[in-house]
């Protein structure tokens, strides 16, 4: 399968003009208006020298002016580059210097940070969004001169969420975005012009760049953008524009079911919620399911296009913790160090192999080898496959505790832990011990006054007495959260390493 967003662009603009493509917060822009935005700006990239093939970088928040840029790049054939608008000089220069932007479009509040970042040596052509894109709406603008692009050319780069080191960019070319939406749209019952994406995360991830701005212009929908993740705006939005689908880690939903009025709130239009990032708690489900949403696990990795497989919405009370058989096109396999199938509910490496499945990182050939062995994506994540072939997600094989030998899931442990009594987020990280080397922590944020033993009480009731968390650190405020909405546990690890030092041993 081959084919551009472009090309679903230009047919949707033929066959229906009016409809609404990108709704910001209440600022609509029709397909029409879209493309004839688009076309202006892609002749300003023609004029500054952006080429088929060249990187065009893009830094700021959530806005149209963003979309637009995303669209014009893939008009003229040049490689979307998503940057972190939250990163500091050192970290952003890094990712300009991996893929050498021909121009960066930039917030009006980034440039100076663009300005910093080239002032390390970095060479920087910064633009302003608001500057370039924003007086170009509503112009007059004539067609692009076509370019002959085929399947496999990049068309975007998504970097990674860097849990295990430096981010990577990994690359989606034309055919990758197709088969993505192509075998999405086979799965989910939502016509194509009826589609209507809620997205709250950003546009710089896939979620927002691929789920979010791709799919719809693909299915002829509208994504329905917010500025950032506000639960109760969110859950007007959701009740409002009668959204079909929306995605994002746990905390997002947990967070909106908190929205005073929310156990009113009747959804049944949402036939697409699915939850992935981490393990989605049983009260969870229960608290969605009046509205008439069944919450979804789903697993995935950008490297398999964000999303390899969901749970069907039949089976997700009666199997929470699974995720799924894969997809249409979409095999999933779990094996052992030796790439040989692991029996029933035996741990082991998860793989995936389907339409979305990318073709390499860019410019990091040993990543690459490493990652795509023997036709298959080796996704580094644990998991169980069952006798019907469900997939249940175990953990990341870089975060398994080795307590003694033993090894402990932090995932596990987290998803007891959210169920005690006052715990609003919890993640759980290793620290060290002196008689078995590694032994669980317990990073809490709470309600109210924290008690330790009350909480490792909890557990001794629910877990193996050595997949108890020891140490139970109270931690002022919400979790710090990459992009993604992942827990950044990186970020934790460092904070408390030396958690043996300043917190009490509760046994």
């Known amino acids: 399968m081959s084919g551009t967003v472009v090309d679903a662009l230009t047919w949707w603009v033929r066959t229906v003009p009016d409809h609404p493509a990108i709704d910001f917060d209440g600022d609509v822009v029709t397909y029409t208006e879209l493309d004839g935005w688009s076309e202006g700006l892609a002749a300003r990239l023609r004029d500054d020298g952006v080429a088929a093939g060249d990187r065009v970088g893009i830094v700021g928040a959530n806005s149209l ?33 991996l893929c050498e932007p021909t121009i960066v479009l930039a917030d009006d509040s980034h440039l100076p940070l663009l300005e910093e970042v080239a002032a390390g040596g970095a060479v920087v052509a910064a633009h302003s969004l608001q500057g370039v894109v924003t007086p170009l709406r509503g112009g007059v603008h004539g067609p692009v001169p076509a370019h002959d692009e085929l399947p496999d050319d990049p068309t975007a780069i998504v970097f990674t969420s860097g849990t295990t080191g430096t981010p990577k960019g990994v690359v989606f070319t034309h055919r ?54 506000d639960p109760a705006r969110a859950l007007e939005v959701l009740q409002e524009a009668r959204i079909t689908t929306f995605t994002g880690p746990p905390i997002l939903f947990e967070q909106i079911s908190l929205v005073p009025g929310f156990e009113e709130a009747r959804l049944p239009h949402l036939t697409t919620a699915w939850v992935g990032g981490a393990r989605v708690p049983v009260p969870l489900l229960e608290k969605w399911r009046p509205c008439g949403v069944a919450l979804r696990q789903i697993y995935g990795q950008t490297e398999i296009g964000g999303t390899g497989t969901a749970m069907s919405a039949e089976g997700a009370l009666e199997h929470p913790d699974a995720c799924g058989w894969g997809g249409p096109f979409t095999r999933l396999r779990v094996v052992d160090a030796d790439d040989r199938d692991c029996a029933p509910g035996e741990v082991g490496e998860i793989l995936m192999r389907g339409p979305g ?61 959210q169920q005690a009594p006052g715990v609003t987020e919890v993640a759980v990280i290793p620290v060290p011990d002196d008689k078995f080397g590694e032994t669980p922590a317990a990073v809490v944020h709470a309600e109210g006054e924290l008690d330790p033993a009350a909480l490792v009480a909890f557990c001794n009731d629910r877990l193996a007495d050595y997949k108890v968390p020891r140490y139970v650190i109270p931690h002022e405020g919400p979790l710090p959260r990459m992009a993604s909405g992942k827990i950044a546990k990186r970020d934790l690890r460092g904070v408390y390493a030396d958690a043996p030092q300043r917190f009490p041993k509760v046994r």
């Open 65 to 97: 002016e963003w979309c637009v840029a995303a669209v014009a790049a893939w008009k003229v054939g040049a490689v979307v580059c998503g940057f972190n608008q939250r990163f500091l000089a050192a970290e952003l220069g890094a990712l300009v210097a």
């Open 176 to 229: 990758t975005i197709a088969g993505i939406m192509h075998e999405w749209s086979l799965g989910e019952p939502v016509a194509p012009n009826d589609l209507r994406v809620l997205l709250v995360l950003p546009m710089f991830t896939a979620a927002g760049a691929l789920w979010g701005l791709a799919r719809s212009l693909v299915q002829g929908g509208t994504m329905y953008l917010q500025p950032r993740f």
């Open 357 to 417: 499945m990318f073709p390499g990182y860019w410019r990091n050939e040993e990543a690459t080898k490493k990652a795509l062995r023997g036709g298959w994506l080796h996704t580094g994540d644990l998991g169980t496959v069952d006798e019907e072939g469900l997939l249940t997600y175990v953990d990341r094989m870089g975060e398994m505790i080795n307590s003694g030998g033993l090894k402990i899931s932090p995932a596990e442990l987290e998803t007891v832990l």
